[in-house]
């Protein structure tokens, strides 16, 4: 499979305006359809990846892509319906979880490709986030309507890397 833009985490696709974008390999480490109530009504989710893999482990070469896209579960705890079919629950131990998905999404981007991490601070704070990664951002941005979604930029080879993430995360 070779595309130049990977979505490490693609879930149910949501940010993707085309969402059978032929330029890009959508990722995910489920596969189904659920049926959940949101709020009275039933709802239907759907993860349909074009390769099932976690996004820890990526099954690609290093430097396969000029483009990356980590999205992961934001969500510490999340009940069993609705918001746990759509965006999934961070473990327990979600620092490393987290910093070894941006490592892999690193390690496949070719030199200067870039990574775009977004990050809603719906239990965890950025600040936490970017304690717990262990390349620092270019750039980034705030969104949604409370401002609590970050959209962060970082590039391979560019992106300086900490070299202690455990002082970092002391900070």
């Not at 327990?92 to 690193?106: F, P």
């Not at 390690?107 to 600040?127: A, D, F, M, N």
Request: charge should be neutral; proline fraction near 5%; hydrophobic fraction near 40%.
């Amino acid at each position: 499979m070779t595309a130049p833009v990977l979505d490490a985490c693609c879930g149910s696709r949501m940010m993707w305006f085309d969402k059978r974008n032929p330029h890009a390999v959508y990722c995910d480490a489920r596969e189904g359809t659920w049926r959940v109530m949101d709020r009275g009504v039933e709802r239907e989710v759907s993860v349909a990846p074009d390769v099932v893999c976690d996004f820890k482990t990526l099954p690609f070469e290093d430097g396969a892509f000029a483009l990356a896209v980590f999205d992961p579960p934001h969500l510490l705890r999340a009940g069993s319906g609705y918001l746990r079919a759509k965006y999934g629950v961070l473990p327990e131990r979600w620092e490393d979880e987290v910093r070894r998905g941006v490592r892999e999404c690193m390690r496949v981007l070719r030199h200067e490709g870039v990574l775009v991490v977004k990050w809603s601070e719906c239990h965890v704070t950025l600040p936490q986030l970017l304690a717990a990664i262990e390349w620092e951002p270019l750039f980034g941005t705030r969104s949604g309507r409370k401002g609590t979604t970050h959209w962060l930029c970082l590039m391979a080879g560019v992106s300086r890397r900490r070299e202690h993430v455990q002082e970092a995360m002391a900070l």
